[in-house]
């Protein structure tokens, strides 16, 4: 069965300067729509000035995957819907964190640290070199993902020691990065994902794609998996149960 991806933007970019909106005339969101609805996947999108920053919970329920994209408006996002996402990725949704999301309020709820990091914009190369090939976000990927223009992001980045990492870039500045990194959260999988900024054509690239489209199914929810309870429970062996000095 095809799996739903919801593609979030801030789409404030797209519509406040010239040079993006050449890049992007329909926003990025558009683009990973429509490059994730070649490769078999249902899309849809939303965008920060829908309601309820179009992520309803009957959005978010029929959501198998969502992606985030955001930069200009992170203190804009209500804070209930980053509840909201973060109980959908805790019980099973997949998320993409994509570029500056590393600063979103979704991102930073789910890795508990500041997210913050160093930052240049030179329109320089950078590299994506695959450090674990058998993954399979890097699925039909060569050794490295080579970008002519991208804005520079360097260590220390402060987020926790990731379950995998999958890609760590070079840039020609000489600063190297953590640009993709897989996580657990609850039953929900993570996967942060670094080039994307809004000046540079990254979304256009066919391996850029082809690593979102890898991405969602891996982070796509695992209807194989156990069911998992929680709370007061029955025993399984037989024990004496009549201990009555619970304060419950």
């Not at 069965?1 to 926003?27: C, F, L, Q």
């Not at 070649?38 to 969502?66: I, K, M, N, Q």
Request: hydrophobic fraction near 35%.
């Amino acid at each position: 069965m095809s799996k739903t991806i919801t593609v979030w933007n801030e789409y404030v970019h797209e519509r406040n300067h010239d040079e993006v909106a050449e890049i992007y005339p329909d926003g990025i969101h558009a683009i990973i729509a429509d490059a994730l609805a070649d490769r078999g996947f249902e899309t849809r999108t939303a965008t920060l000035d829908e309601p309820e920053h179009g992520l309803s919970e009957e959005v978010l329920d029929g959501t198998d995957v969502l992606t985030w994209w955001g930069h200009a408006a992170h203190d804009e996002v209500e804070d209930e819907v980053v509840r909201r996402v973060k109980e959908r990725v805790l019980d099973g949704m997949g998320l993409l964190v994509l570029h500056s999301a590393h600063f979103s309020k979704i991102f930073k709820k789910l890795m508990g640290t500041t997210c913050g990091l160093k930052w240049r914009e030179a329109a320089e190369t950078e590299r994506l070199w695959v450090t674990n090939p058998a993954h399979p976000i890097v699925d039909g990927i060569d050794e490295y993902i080579e970008l002519p223009e991208a804005e520079m992001y360097g260590e220390h980045f402060d987020i926790p020691e990731p379950d995998t990492l999958v890609f760590n870039s070079w840039f020609e500045g000489g600063e190297v990065f953590r640009s993709g990194c897989c996580y657990q959260r609850g039953r929900g999988r993570v996967f942060y994902f670094r080039p994307g900024h809004e000046t540079y054509p990254v979304y256009h690239d066919d391996d850029i794609q082809r690593v979102l489209a890898n991405a969602c199914d891996w982070a796509a929810p695992n209807e194989d998996g156990p069911d998992i309870e929680r709370g007061n429970s029955e025993p399984i062996e037989s024990i004496d149960t009549s201990d009555e000095r619970s304060v419950h």
